[in-house]
Every structure is written in C-alpha cells, then in structure tokens.
C-alpha cells in the first residue's frame, strides 16, 4: 500500500533555530511531493511542490530536498519565527498508468518554536 | 479573491440528522475535493469532482453524499450522521494539473 511517513511527530525548537523535518515514502511512481503547513484551527497552506526530477525548491526560510532513490524528502527550516509553530504535513501524488492519481498524505510533523 | 469558501465553521448534529456543508470556490478551478481530517491521521479523500456533472468516489465516500451542478459550488451531504463522522472537513480546489491546491479553512463537525 502507498504510504507517506513522517519524522518526527512533534519536535519543539527555539526561536532563530534551524530544524529539518523527515518524509519517507513508498510511492512509486509518483507525480510530484509538496509540503504544506497547517496552523491550527486552518486549512493546509502549500508550501513547496516538486516534480519527480526536481531535488530540491525553496520558499523563503522553507527549503524542500528530494531524493527520488532513497524515496526521501526533507524540509529544513531556517531561522525558525514563533510563526513557523503548525504542522507540516507531506504530501504525494502518485502517478497510475498515465495519469495522475489522488493525494497522499502523511500525518504530519508538529512544530513547535518557543521564544 | 475569497478562494476557497466553507461554510459553516462549526456543527453539532444528533445522530440521525442529516446537513449539508457548503463549498463553494471564486478561481474557476475545475477540480474540487472533500477531505475529512481525524486525530493522528493524515487527510482522506471522501470525493472528488474534475468538472460540473462529475464526480467520483475517494478514500471513505460512505455515508456521504456530492453533487457538482456549477463550477464554484461542491456540497457534502450526510444523509443520516454517525458519531464516526466527527471530524474536520476541507475542501479543496484546484486546475486539471492539480499543482497547488487551495484549501477552505474548515468545517468541524461533531455528532452527539
């Protein structure tokens, strides 16, 4: 079965720390893995898409990597803000037999920045 | 630019009831969807729509209900709630390439 992993569940940081945050997939072959981040109490907001043979987007302090071999992707924060606490969720888009197939999504990482 | 719009933002329902929670979308995006969201788990696809008159089955369609008459309206509809349906929903939009989908800010749903 298709699935998306998350690491860590939840993971707390101080303001102005870097943290990374894990995905491990086992979809294949897939279309393209996003990013979003979820403040509480709101809907997921996108923060980076990549293709298949894209390895690594940037949005700001968010930088998203790829590893289409290993089957992994990271989104490292920089210069973590208390606004960078919500979850963050991995998303990926399988591909079926030439077309794109429904998302799947992990279960999130809860982040944390205290002051 | 409203985007993604739901409606209501909360519901308490009595099992049996039935209601429907509103979607509607202002960017003319073909594609609209329902997620339900639960405590520890990741999003789920309930049903999903590629145009006005289609729709199609997701991950967890049962006792759920949509229909798409117009591009910018996608309603959910629970004909008889169940405890097992307290959740959140979203609903989310996109175009056909399905990059960057805009999702509404939710509707939390509980059934006593």
């Known amino acids: 079965k298709n699935q998306v992993e998350q690491s860590p569940q939840s993971l707390i940081i101080l303001e102005g720390k870097n943290c990374t945050l894990q995905?491990?997939?086992?979809?294949?072959?897939?279309?393209?893995l996003r990013w979003y981040k979820q403040d509480t109490g709101r809907g997921p907001v996108s923060l980076t898409i990549m293709t298949f043979s894209e390895n690594t987007k940037s949005n700001g302090r968010y930088t998203a990597t790829l590893d289409a071999d290993t089957k992994q992707s990271s989104l490292h924060i920089t210069a973590s803000q208390l606004s960078d606490s919500a979850s963050y969720i991995c998303?990926?888009?399988?591909?079926?037999?030439?077309?794109?197939?429904?998302?799947?999504f992990g279960k999130g990482t809860k982040l944390s920045v205290k002051p | 630019n409203a985007g993604v719009t739901q409606t209501p933002k909360f519901q308490v329902l009595k099992t049996g009831q039935s209601m429907t929670l509103q979607c509607a979308q202002d960017m003319n995006h073909e594609y609209m969807s329902w997620y339900r969201q639960d405590p520890g788990m990741g999003l789920r696809l309930i049903h999903y729509?590629?145009?006005?008159?289609?729709?199609d089955q997701g991950e967890v369609p049962n006792g759920y209900n949509v229909s798409r008459s117009t591009t910018e309206d996608f309603p959910l509809r629970l004909l008889s709630a169940a405890p097992s349906q307290t959740s959140v929903y979203f609903c989310a939009s996109g175009d056909l390439t399905n990059y960057g989908y805009t999702f509404g800010s939710g509707t939390r749903l509980t059934v006593v």
């Open positions: 995905c491990n997939y086992t979809v294949s072959p897939f279309s393209n």
């Open positions: 729509s590629v145009g006005a008159g289609i729709t």
């Open positions: 998303v990926v888009r399988p591909y079926y037999g030439g077309s794109q197939g429904n998302l799947i």
